[in-house]
T-cell receptor, first 109, second 112 residues
Framework: GQSLEQPSEVTAVEGAIVQINCTYQ??????LSWYQQHDGGAPTFLSY????GLEETGRFSSFLSRSDSYGYLLLQELQMKDSASYFC??????????FGTGTKLQVIP | DGGITQSPKYLFRKEGQNVTLSCEQN?????MYWYRQDPGQGLRLIYY???????QKGDIAEGYSVSREKKESFPLTVTSAQKNPTAFYLC???????????FGQGTRLTVV
């Protein structure tokens, strides 16, 4: 089966940089995605990595190391509106998408 | 506009009754998914379907059933066998070779 681990909570200061780590175990790995979810809302897609390395999308970047079964999401220039839960998700070759337990990010002034 | 529609947004049912949650997409996506989310928790996969007339159990399929008779539709039935059905249910879809999963706005089911 698939399993993912993320820190449950992270607190960071507005304007700072924060990194959210994700380690995973899966067979038939296809890719690692990141999603943001505000309280009461639906998850929205942030980033995706299929190959090793860094993907940058504006203030958000995501990194993957397939050999280490590890990835992270990097958020720069933190804003108050970035306070939300962040989920990593693995996709396998059968298109099964499994989510981690989520990291609640609190941005403080 | 293309997207995923879940209805209703809020649903109340009496214990022991089956209830069906609707999920419709007009994105022409092949794969569709149902997740359950409990307060402060992650998303747990109930069922997923790669193609019409085919679906697979996820990690918590017991007490749930699905059908995929049309590409656009993937309804979820919460049966009376599901012991703790009160939760937030999210439907999603992905296209072939598409890395992004699109989510509906969710259905919040309360069983009393």
């Amino acid at each position: 089966g698939q399993s993912l681990e993320q820190p449950s909570e992270v607190t960071a200061v507005e304007g700072a940089i924060v990194q959210i780590n994700c380690t995973y175990q899966t067979s038939g790995f296809y890719g690692l995605s990141w999603y943001q979810q505000h309280d009461g809302g639906a998850p929205t897609f942030l980033s995706y990595n299929a190959l090793d390395g860094l993907e940058e999308t504006g203030r958000f970047s995501s990194f993957l190391s397939r050999s280490d079964s590890y990835g992270y999401l990097l958020l720069q220039e933190l804003q108050m509106k970035d306070s939300a839960s962040y989920f990593c998700a693995v996709r396998d070759q059968s298109q099964k998408v499994t989510f981690g337990t989520g990291t609640k990010l609190q941005v403080i002034p | 506009d293309g997207g995923i529609t879940q209805s209703p947004k809020y649903l109340f049912r009496k214990e022991g009754q089956n209830v069906t949650l609707s999920c419709e997409q007009n994105l022409n996506h092949d794969a569709m998914y149902w997740y359950r989310q409990d307060p402060g928790q992650g998303l747990r996969l109930i069922y997923y379907s790669q193609i019409v007339n085919d679906f697979q159990k996820g990690d918590i399929a017991e007490g749930y059933s699905v059908s995929r008779e049309k590409k656009e539709s993937f309804p979820l039935t919460v049966t009376s066998a599901q012991k703790n059905p009160t939760a937030f249910y999210l439907c999603a879809s992905t296209g072939q070779g598409n890395t992004e999963a699109f989510f509906g706005q969710g259905t919040r089911l309360t069983v009393v």
